[in-house]
C-alpha cells in the first residue's frame, strides 16, 4: 500500500505561481510512475502531468510550457511547479502512484486526498 500526501495548494491571482508537493510513504517509490491530475467542480478527472521511473514526463496540453513535473527519489517526492496560472487552472489538484500510469486516471492504483488551487481572476 502507498499512502501520497499532497500539500501546496492555495488561493493565488492569475498570473502568479504555486508548488505542490506529494510525498509518498513507502518505497520503492523510484518503480512508479508518478502523475497529477486535477478536477474542477462537475467536472471530471483530467490529467495533467506524469513523470516515469526513468524521468520522462508528459504533460495535458492545457498546462504545457507553463508547469512542470519533477520528483526527488532519495526524498520520495514528486512536485508540480505551476506558473503563469490562469482561473481556468481552479480545481482539487491529486497525485497518483501507478506502475504503468499514463494519462489515464484507471492507470493509477494510489491516489491521494487531493488539494485545492484556486486562481483569481
Known amino acids: 500500500q502507498v499512502q501520497l500526501v499532497e500539500s501546496g495548494g492555495g488561493l493565488v491571482q492569475a498570473g502568479g505561481s504555486l508548488r505542490l508537493s506529494c510525498a509518498a510513504s513507502r518505497r520503492p517509490f523510484s518503480s512508479y510512475t508518478m502523475g497529477w491530475f486535477r478536477q474542477a467542480p462537475g467536472g471530471g478527472r483530467e490529467f495533467v502531468a506524469r513523470?516515469?521511473?526513468?524521468?520522462?514526463?508528459d504533460y495535458g496540453d492545457s498546462v504545457k510550457g507553463r508547469f512542470t513535473i519533477s520528483r526527488d527519489s532519495t526524498k520520495s517526492t514528486v512536485d508540480l511547479q505551476m506558473n503563469s496560472l490562469k482561473p481556468e487552472d481552479t480545481a482539487t489538484y491529486y497525485c497518483a502512484a501507478g506502475f504503468l500510469g499514463s494519462s489515464v486516471s484507471s492507470s493509477y492504483e494510489y491516489w491521494g486526498q487531493g488539494t485545492q488551487v484556486t486562481v483569481s481572476s
Open positions: 513523470i516515469t521511473w526513468s524521468g520522462r514526463t
